[in-house]
């Protein structure tokens, strides 16, 4: 029993910045890695950004540059901060936690739209 809620989203213009926060709560000891998906309409969920529990980080290429994953182990949360949007970027972000089992949020909408 883990529960992940995101925040942060919204509607900004190109080249503007949005910080997503993804915080877990439950019965959490340790959390192996964390990261972000996203999902467009019409297009298949990717992997945008992950974070070990060591602190290596991965990246896609399309965010690279623009996109910073980060995570406060003390909170539980893992951030996604990022810079330079593009209308490209609208989508659904999720949030995951790896602990002994994969767990998921319920999805946060970004836009970014002039």
């Known amino acids: 029993q883990v529960h992940l809620v995101e925040s942060g989203g919204g509607l900004v213009q190109p080249g503007g910045s949005l910080r997503l926060s993804c915080a877990a709560s439950?019965?959490?000891?340790?959390?192996?890695?964390m990261g972000w998906y996203r999902q467009a309409p019409g297009k298949e969920r990717e992997l945008v950004a992950s974070i070990t529990s060591g602190g290596s980080t991965n990246s896609a290429d399309s965010v690279k540059g623009r996109f910073t994953i980060s995570r406060d182990n003390a909170k539980n949360t893992v951030y996604l901060q990022m810079n330079n949007l593009k209308p490209e970027d609208t989508a659904v972000y999720y949030c995951y936690a790896r602990i002994r089992y994969h767990y998921w949020g319920q999805g946060i909408q970004v836009t970014v739209s002039s």
């Open positions: 439950g019965s959490i000891f340790s959390i192996n890695d």
